[in-house]
C-alpha cells in the first residue's frame, strides 16, 4: 500500500473521534494557501466561515454576506485541501426561504467543493431545512448558542445557555438537529458546563468555540489565532503569533526601500547582454 495516499476526514471520521474520546480540530480559511497550510499541519476540518464578512470584506457582522461570496471562498480553500472535512457556511438568508432554495444553495457550495454545509438555529423550520437537505444528501453541521446571524434579534454578543433551564432548552435543540440529520454540532460562546452537558448527551460531536474544554473539537477564526484581525479579538481567543506586525513591519520596509531607491538593486532585476545593451545605447545616442 502507498504511505502517501492521503486519507480524507469525512463526517464518519469525526463521529468515530467523539466515540474514542480524540479532540477534533477545525479552523475557519478563506484563502488557497491558508487552507493548504491548515490542512498540512493536521488540522481536522477547516471551516469557510461566513465570519470573512469581517476578516475579508471588513462588514461589522456576517448579515450582509452573500451566497456568491461564500461560493467563491469555498472555490479557493477547497483547492488547497487534501485532506482536512471541509465545511462551508450558509449565509444568512440562503437557508431562509423555502427547501427548493436552500437545497439550492446548499448544493452549489457543495459543488464549489464543500463537503457539508453549516447552518444557524433549530426553530422547526430551520430542523425542517436540516431535514431536506440531509434527506439530499447533503451533509449539515448545525450551530446554537451565540448565533451571530441572529446578531440583531438576540441585540448584542453574549454568552448563551447560561441557566438551568436555558441550557436544558440548548440541549433539547441539538438533540433536534441530530434527530434531523445534523452530524456534528458548534456551540458558540456557552459556559463550559452547559457545553459539557449537551456533548455528553447527545452522540454528535460537538465543536466549541467560547464553550471551554468539554466539547468534543475546537474551532477558531484563523485571523484571531495568527493576530490578523485589526479589530476586537473576543475572551476565548488565543492568539498564537502577531501576523499583524509581521505584515506591517514587512510592508514599511518596502515602501521605505522603494522610496529610498534600495529596492529593485541588480539582484532582482533582468539584464541585457552586453551586446545587445551597446546596439541599444548607440541606437539611443543617435
Ligand atoms: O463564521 C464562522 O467563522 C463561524 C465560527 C465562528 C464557528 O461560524
Known amino acids: 500500500m502507498n504511505a502517501d495516499i492521503i486519507k480524507p476526514v469525512t463526517s464518519r471520521t469525526l ?9 477534533i ?18 488540522v481536522d476540518s477547516i ?9 475579508i470584506l471588513g462588514y461589522d457582522t456576517t448579515i450582509k454576506v452573500t451566497i456568491e461570496d461564500m461560493l467563491t471562498f469555498t472555490k479557493a480553500v477547497s483547492n488547497g485541501v487534501k485532506r482536512a472535512l471541509v465545511v462551508a457556511d450558509m449565509p444568512f438568508l440562503s437557508y431562509h426561504l423555502n427547501k427548493e432554495q436552500t437545497t439550492l444553495n446548499a448544493g452549489r457550495l457543495i459543488q464549489a467543493g464543500a463537503k457539508a454545509v453549516k447552518l444557524e438555529g433549530a426553530s422547526d423550520f430551520i430542523l425542517d431545512e436540516v431535514h431536506h437537505l440531509t434527506q439530499s444528501g447533503i451533509n449539515v453541521v448545525g450551530h446554537l448558542g451565540f448565533t451571530p446571524q ?3 434579534t438576540i441585540g448584542g454578543y453574549f454568552v448563551q445557555g447560561k441557566s438551568y433551564e436555558n441550557t436544558i432548552k440548548m440541549l433539547n435543540a441539538a438533540k433536534k438537529l441530530e434527530e434531523n440529520g445534523a452530524f456534528a454540532l458548534v456551540l458558540e460562546m456557552v459556559p463550559e458546563e452547559s457545553a459539557k452537558y449537551i456533548s455528553e448527551n447527545i452522540s454528535i460531536p460537538t465543536i466549541g468555540i467560547g464553550a471551554g474544554k468539554y466539547c468534543d473539537g475546537q474551532v477558531l477564526v484563523i485571523d484571531d489565532i495568527l493576530g490578523k484581525y485589526p479589530g476586537n479579538i473576543p475572551k476565548f481567543v488565543k ?7 509581521i505584515m506591517k513591519d514587512a510592508i514599511s520596509k518596502y515602501n521605505q526601500d522603494v522610496k529610498t531607491g534600495e529596492f529593485p538593486t541588480k539582484e532582482y532585476s533582468f539584464n541585457l547582454t552586453e551586446e545587445e545593451r551597446d546596439k541599444l545605447e548607440h ?4
Open 283 to 286: 541606437n539611443i545616442n543617435k
Open 239 to 245: 492568539q498564537y503569533a502577531n501576523i499583524k506586525e
Open 25 to 42: 480540530t477545525m479552523l475557519t480559511a478563506y484563502d488557497f494557501s491558508t487552507a493548504k497550510y491548515i490542512d498540512e499541519c493536521g
Open 150 to 152: 441572529y446578531i440583531n
Open 15 to 23: 463521529k468515530k473521534m467523539k466515540d474514542n474520546k480524540e479532540k
Open 47 to 55: 471551516l469557510i466561515g461566513d465570519s470573512l464578512g469581517m476578516t
